[in-house]
C-alpha cells in the first residue's frame, strides 16, 4: 500500500482478504485455511475474518464448535508485529461472536473493550470510510456483535451466499459473486463492497468450492471490493492488488 495515494478512501482500495482466517490443520469439512495468519498477511491478505468463542472471560478462535489453537490475544500480537515492520498497511478485521459462551463473568463486548484498552494504539475506531492517511499501520475494527464504537460490519455491500449443499448449487454461486463484482466495479466510491468466493455444505466442502469460485475474480479488472476467499493462491492475491493500479 506503500505506492497508493494517502487520499484514497478504505472504499476504493481491492482488499484480498480470508474467510475464518484462523481455521486450518483441522477436518477436512471445516477448514477454510492452509496458511498461517503470518503468511497470509505477507501475501498480501488484509481483511481478516476473525470468529471469536467467549470463554473464561477471553477470546478464543473458533469455527463453530472447532477451537483453531489461537487465541485473540496472539492474534493481535501477530498483526502488531507484521504492521510494526510494515508501517504503510492496514488490516481490517471482522470480529463476531463464535460458539457458545461459557465461564464468562462479563459480556462479549466488554471482553473486547479490554483488549481494546490493551491495545489502543492498534485499532482504528472512527465511525466513518476513513482515507487510507488515517488507518496505516493500524486495524480497522468492523464489529460483528453489539458495540458502539467503530464501523458495523454491516455498513459494507455483502454478497456471502455460503450455503452450498452440493456441487450442482455452484452455477448460483459463481452468479452471486459475479453480480457482486459489477457492482462494486460500477458503485459509489464511498460504499465498500465485500464478495464472499466462499462457501461449504456437507456435499460440497470449502476446498472444493475455492476450486471452482476463486478463479473468478481474474475476470475483472477495477474497484473489485475487498474480496473474502478460501485457500487463495499468489496468483489471485497479485491479480487483485493489482486492481489498485489500474
Given at each position: 500500500m506503500k505506492d497508493l495515494s494517502d487520499d484514497l478512501l478504505l472504499s476504493q482500495i481491492t482488499l484480498p482478504g480470508t474467510h475464518d482466517t484462523c481455521c486450518r490443520n483441522t477436518w477436512e469439512f471445516a477448514e477454510t485455511q492452509a496458511w498461517t495468519l503470518e503468511d497470509q498477511l505477507s501475501a498480501g491478505i488484509r481483511f481478516l475474518d476473525i470468529r471469536c468463542r467467549h470463554i473464561n472471560n477471553v477470546f478464543a478462535i473458533h469455527h463453530g464448535l472447532i477451537f483453531c489453537g489461537i487465541f485473540f490475544g496472539e492474534v493481535l500480537e501477530i498483526i502488531k508485529y507484521y504492521l510494526s515492520n510494515n508501517p504503510s498497511e492496514t488490516v481490517l478485521m471482522r470480529i463476531k461472536e463464535?460458539?457458545?459462551?461459557?465461564?464468562?463473568?462479563?459480556?462479549?463486548?466488554?471482553?473486547?473493550?479490554?483488549?481494546?484498552?490493551?491495545?489502543?494504539?492498534?485499532?482504528?475506531?472512527?465511525?466513518?470510510?476513513?482515507?487510507?492517511?488515517?488507518?496505516?499501520?493500524?486495524?480497522?475494527?468492523?464489529?460483528?456483535?453489539?458495540?458502539?464504537?467503530?464501523?458495523?460490519?454491516?455498513?459494507?455491500?455483502?454478497?456471502?451466499?455460503?450455503?452450498?449443499?452440493?456441487?450442482?448449487?455452484?452455477?448460483?454461486?459463481?452468479?452471486?459473486?459475479?453480480n457482486q463484482f459489477n457492482k462494486a466495479i460500477k458503485g459509489e466510491k464511498w460504499k465498500i463492497f465485500a464478495n464472499y468466493c466462499s462457501g461449504a455444505g456437507w456435499g460440497c466442502f470449502p476446498y472444493t468450492v475455492a476450486r471452482n469460485i476463486n478463479l473468478l475474480p481474474l475476470n475483472f479488472k477495477g474497484r473489485l471490493g475487498v474480496v473474502i476467499m478460501n485457500f487463495p493462491g499468489e496468483g489471485l492475491i497479485y491479480h487483485l492488488i493489482s486492481q489498485n493500479f489500474n
Open positions: 463464535e460458539y457458545t459462551p461459557e465461564n464468562n463473568t462479563r459480556s462479549f463486548s466488554d471482553t473486547f473493550a479490554n483488549y481494546l484498552t490493551a491495545y489502543e494504539d492498534l485499532f482504528f475506531i472512527g465511525n466513518y470510510v476513513p482515507k487510507l492517511e488515517e488507518i496505516r499501520k493500524k486495524i480497522v475494527l468492523l464489529s460483528d456483535f453489539k458495540f458502539n464504537k467503530g464501523l458495523s460490519y454491516h455498513i459494507m455491500d455483502i454478497q456471502d451466499d455460503w450455503k452450498i449443499d452440493t456441487v450442482f448449487n455452484l452455477p448460483h454461486k459463481k452468479d452471486a459473486v459475479n
